[in-house]
């Protein structure tokens, strides 16, 4: 198992140091200049300027300004910002609770909607119900987030006024931040209705996210599920008289889950990487806005520590689905 789990460190060097150079790179080739950004067109004095540009590194070539990004990096530094003075790893700490409770939620949305219409679609194989299933997920895994997230605020928060649009609390709630996830931090403070509050402002932003995924992970229940339904213990329990529940959910979606588990790995690093969007559209106050932000501003440590941030967390809950398939199944130790 050690040797396992170093083989997989070792191809995940690469990886990130291939991500860093896309950070880094990348954010370089839009049109803009940062320090311009911050000093403003009108009062844009050209001793200032290089002055600035110098201070801050970005008059160096670019090999010279990576080697040095990398050397921080080395050292745990991941830089202040350009825009607020501040240590990125601070801001990010701060805001990386609220993209993990958005991404648990949405997460939870997807594997109980997604899950039950799946199993439900396979055991109805060939009905209207399949067929109806198997289309919603399409469409869900289709549907542009900007656009179905700008279709549920019309419907439930404008026309009905069931749910508020932006932000994770109401304002008249000032509830201390102790955990830095809204939900345990609102249910501590005690304050009637502070739960219920960061309850609705979390519903539509984790429905929002969470149905692409929700669409695959219904697809592979389905999947999973057909494949176990033929095998020959779940004809044997059949025969031997046991209730449908109990064949079903004790013999049959036991065995269906051990697929369906991977892809809830792989969606899990999808949605805390992939909040940019619904984090943008609600005003939520987490590192895909935090990240949209800088772009705009050309904040390149924000950028580099955010794109970074995201590809780390997608690849360390991929080495977990690796590392609990090698638990699962020996063999798979053994091919890797």
């Not at 311009?36 to 300027?49: S, V, Y």
């Not at 219904?218 to 999973?224: D, H, I, K, L, T």
């Amino acid at each position: 198992m050690f040797q396992f789990l170093l083989r997989k460190l070792l191809t995940l060097v690469p990886t990130v140091l291939g991500v860093t150079l896309v950070a880094f790179g990348l954010i370089r080739l839009v049109p803009g200049d940062p320090v311009e950004i911050m000093m403003g067109e009108r009062h844009l004095d050209p001793q200032a300027h290089a002055a600035l540009l110098h201070r801050l590194g970005l008059d160096q070539p670019l090999w010279q300004q990576y080697l040095d990004y990398l050397g921080q990096l080395a050292h745990g530094n991941l830089g202040d910002s350009l825009v607020s003075h501040q240590p990125v790893a601070q801001e990010f700490a701060a805001l990386f609770p609220a993209t993990v409770e958005l991404a648990l939620a949405a997460l939870l949305v997807a594997v109980l909607v997604g899950g039950l219409l799946g199993v439900t679609a396979a055991l109805r194989r060939g009905s209207f119900l399949d067929h109806g299933v198997m289309g919603l997920a399409t469409v869900g895994y289709s549907m542009p987030v900007f656009w179905w997230g700008l279709i549920l605020i019309m419907y439930f928060s404008v026309t009905l006024g069931w749910t508020p649009v932006t932000g994770r609390i109401s304002v008249e709630y000032d509830i201390p931040v102790v955990t830095g996830f809204l939900l345990w931090d609102a249910l501590a403070s005690g304050q009637a209705g502070a739960f219920g509050s960061a309850l609705l402002h979390l519903l539509l932003p984790a429905i929002v996210l969470g149905t692409s995924s929700m669409a695959v992970i219904a697809r592979m229940s389905r999947s999973s599920m057909l494949e176990v339904l033929r095998e020959d213990y779940m004809r044997t329990a059949r025969a031997k008289g046991l209730s449908p529940w109990r064949v079903v959910v004790v013999h049959g979606l036991r065995n269906a889950l051990v697929p369906v588990l991977t892809v809830i790995g792989m969606q899990t690093g999808s949605l805390l990487a992939g909040a940019v969007l619904t984090e943008t559209i609600f005003s939520w106050p987490g590192i895909g806005k935090w990240l949209i932000e800088a772009i705009a501003r050309r904040d390149y440590p924000v950028i580099q520590t955010g794109i970074l941030m995201a590809a780390c967390t997608f690849i360390a809950v991929n080495l977990v689905v690796d590392l609990l398939y090698g638990v699962v199944n020996p063999r798979i130790r053994g091919q890797a």
